[in-house]
């Protein structure tokens, strides 16, 4: 299937992970890709898609910031002269501990990193999405109802918030918008640790109770694949979702977040 022939997909922290696994399936259905992230790895993934044919653009940015958010937009633009789908994956738990133990820093780090970047990126790509007639799909979490991350919980549910109420804005101007919220996903080791501190006892314990709850959440009682994240991803990109807007689907066994 070619489902995204003739389409621009810009996805965010594509260097690893859903974010790279999105982009080889993708770039498999057509789609022409900009791919973006702070890590230099992201490089290496679009030469592996451009050995393979696949037309791609590489970028790196601190998607954190409004500056990055807006370069990254204004390069895919330049390179591609329009954009078709969003999908906002930046984000991820650094810390996994009782609330209690968060610092001030830590919780405005952790918002920064699973919140921000989805509201910069909408900001930078809605007025080109218009042009288009494309659509946005965010990576949230079910983590909105897990254990040992209320700042990640807290972010990701206002990803959800977001993710409604600009469907809302947009769909007047023919704009979908929609999310999924993975659970626990087997991946390969990252590239780029979140968190780079050593893990105390403590620390694996706390990490421990999150696997452990997330597992027991799940009906199936397992983590999902990186496949089992993405395909969902790419149904709510396509024109087979044309009349779904405003929805966060859980992609989590049963675990409904």
């Known amino acids: ?4 022939e003739g389409q621009v997909m810009l996805i965010t922290g594509a260097a690893q992970g859903i974010g790279r696994r999105l982009a080889e399936r993708a770039g498999d259905e057509g789609a022409a890709l900009v791919l973006v992230d702070r890590a230099e790895h992201v490089h290496q993934v679009a030469r592996e898609l451009g050995e393979q044919g696949v037309e ?13 958010a807006e370069s990254a937009i204004k390069s895919a633009i330049e390179r591609f002269g329009r954009l078709d789908v969003l999908v906002n994956n930046v984000g991820g738990t650094i810390w996994a501990k009782p ?11 952790e918002v920064r990193r699973s919140l921000f970047p989805t509201l910069w ?26 254990v040992n991350r209320v700042p990640y919980a807290s972010a990701k549910g206002g990803v959800n918030a977001m993710t409604v109420a600009l469907a ?13 919220a993975p659970g626990g996903t087997e991946a390969p080791p990252r590239l780029t640790p979140r968190n780079a501190e050593p893990q105390s006892e403590q620390d694996k314990l706390w990490y421990q109770q999150l696997i452990d709850q997330t597992l027991a959440s799940s009906l199936m009682h397992r983590y999902g694949t990186l496949d089992e994240q993405v395909g969902p991803i ?8 044309s009349y779904i807007t405003g929805t966060v689907v859980p992609v989590a066994g049963g675990d409904l977040g």
């Open 1 to 4: 299937m070619k489902r995204f």
């Open 56 to 68: 791609v653009l590489a970028l790196n940015a601190d998607l954190e910031t409004w500056e990055g």
């Open 121 to 146: 990126c909408c900001r930078a790509a809605l007025p080109h999405l218009i042009d288009s007639g494309g659509n946005i799909v965010n990576v949230s979490s079910v983590a909105t109802r897990g």
């Open 168 to 180: 809302i804005e947009m769909a007047e101007h023919g704009v979908r918008v929609n999310a999924t």
């Open 234 to 241: 790419l149904f709510l990109a396509s024109r087979d979702a």
């Open 99 to 109: 609330y209690t133990h968060y610092s001030p820093e830590q919780v405005e780090a």
